[in-house]
Protein backbone atom coordinates (compact mmCIF):
# COMPACT_ATOMS: atom_id res chain seq x y z
CA UNK A 1 0.00 0.00 0.00
CA UNK A 2 1.72 3.43 -1.42
CA UNK A 3 0.82 6.38 0.90
CA UNK A 4 0.98 10.17 -0.39
CA UNK A 5 3.29 12.18 0.82
CA UNK A 6 2.29 14.69 3.62
CA UNK A 7 1.57 18.39 2.36
CA UNK A 8 3.94 21.11 3.69
CA UNK A 9 2.52 24.76 3.41
CA UNK A 10 5.56 27.47 3.20
CA UNK A 11 4.12 30.57 4.13
CA UNK A 12 7.18 33.26 3.89
CA UNK A 13 8.26 34.99 6.61
CA UNK A 14 10.89 37.27 5.09
CA UNK A 15 11.42 41.00 4.82
CA UNK A 16 9.12 42.05 2.48
CA UNK A 17 6.66 39.40 3.03
CA UNK A 18 5.77 40.43 7.00
CA UNK A 19 5.43 43.93 5.40
CA UNK A 20 2.49 42.84 3.40
CA UNK A 21 0.78 40.87 6.00
CA UNK A 22 2.53 37.10 5.94
CA UNK A 23 2.61 36.94 9.85
CA UNK A 24 -1.31 36.69 9.93
CA UNK A 25 -1.08 34.33 6.96
CA UNK A 26 1.02 31.96 8.94
CA UNK A 27 -1.80 32.60 11.96
CA UNK A 28 -4.80 32.16 9.70
CA UNK A 29 -3.07 28.83 8.20
CA UNK A 30 -1.88 27.73 12.18
CA UNK A 31 -5.68 28.40 13.49
CA UNK A 32 -6.82 25.73 11.03
CA UNK A 33 -6.33 22.06 12.18
CA UNK A 34 -5.45 20.71 8.58
CA UNK A 35 -5.12 16.76 9.04
CA UNK A 36 -1.56 15.70 7.01
CA UNK A 37 -0.47 19.05 6.14
CA UNK A 38 2.47 20.57 8.06
CA UNK A 39 2.42 24.42 8.27
CA UNK A 40 6.05 26.33 8.32
CA UNK A 41 7.29 29.47 8.57
CA UNK A 42 9.75 29.97 5.77
CA UNK A 43 12.92 32.40 4.32
CA UNK A 44 12.18 34.23 1.41
CA UNK A 45 11.14 32.63 -1.44
CA UNK A 46 11.99 34.63 -4.26
CA UNK A 47 8.50 36.50 -4.53
CA UNK A 48 9.03 39.78 -2.64
CA UNK A 49 6.94 42.52 -4.48
CA UNK A 50 4.11 39.98 -5.11
CA UNK A 51 4.40 38.50 -1.23
CA UNK A 52 3.02 37.29 0.88
CA UNK A 53 3.98 33.76 -1.14
CA UNK A 54 2.43 30.91 0.01
CA UNK A 55 4.27 27.15 -1.57
CA UNK A 56 2.15 23.89 -1.05
CA UNK A 57 5.00 20.90 -1.47
CA UNK A 58 5.05 18.15 -2.66
CA UNK A 59 2.51 20.06 -5.41
CA UNK A 60 4.53 23.05 -6.58
CA UNK A 61 1.28 25.08 -6.20
CA UNK A 62 2.82 28.87 -5.53
CA UNK A 63 0.15 30.92 -4.35
CA UNK A 64 0.96 34.84 -4.27
CA UNK A 65 -0.87 38.27 -2.27
CA UNK A 66 -2.46 36.07 0.07
CA UNK A 67 -4.56 37.48 2.69
CA UNK A 68 -5.99 36.17 5.86
CA UNK A 69 -9.07 35.91 5.13
CA UNK A 70 -8.47 33.61 1.60
CA UNK A 71 -6.46 30.69 3.78
CA UNK A 72 -10.24 29.00 4.48
CA UNK A 73 -10.77 28.72 0.85
CA UNK A 74 -7.23 27.29 0.33
CA UNK A 75 -7.30 24.95 3.04
CA UNK A 76 -10.80 23.67 1.61
CA UNK A 77 -10.00 23.72 -1.73
CA UNK A 78 -7.06 22.87 -2.52
CA UNK A 79 -5.63 21.09 1.00
CA UNK A 80 -8.62 19.06 1.61
CA UNK A 81 -10.21 18.89 -2.27
CA UNK A 82 -6.95 18.77 -4.18
CA UNK A 83 -8.30 21.42 -6.61
CA UNK A 84 -5.81 24.51 -6.55
CA UNK A 85 -7.12 28.08 -6.08
CA UNK A 86 -6.54 29.55 -9.34
CA UNK A 87 -7.06 33.21 -8.69
CA UNK A 88 -4.07 32.92 -6.38
CA UNK A 89 -1.86 31.10 -8.45
CA UNK A 90 1.37 33.19 -8.77
CA UNK A 91 1.48 33.69 -11.93
CA UNK A 92 5.07 33.73 -12.69
CA UNK A 93 5.55 30.33 -12.01
CA UNK A 94 2.16 29.32 -13.30
CA UNK A 95 2.37 31.24 -16.37
CA UNK A 96 -0.50 29.71 -18.29
CA UNK A 97 -3.20 31.40 -15.90
CA UNK A 98 -2.16 34.21 -16.92
CA UNK A 99 -4.10 34.19 -20.27
CA UNK A 100 -7.15 32.40 -19.09
Known amino acids: ?????????????HQSCQRQGSVAVLEA????KISGVTI???GC??????????RVTPDEIWYYRVKPEEVPLIVEQHLK?????QDKLNPRIHPRYLYS
Open 1 to 13: METQPLRCVLICQ
Open 29 to 32: FQNL
Open 40 to 42: EAS
Open 45 to 54: QGQCNIGPTV
Open 81 to 85: HGEPV
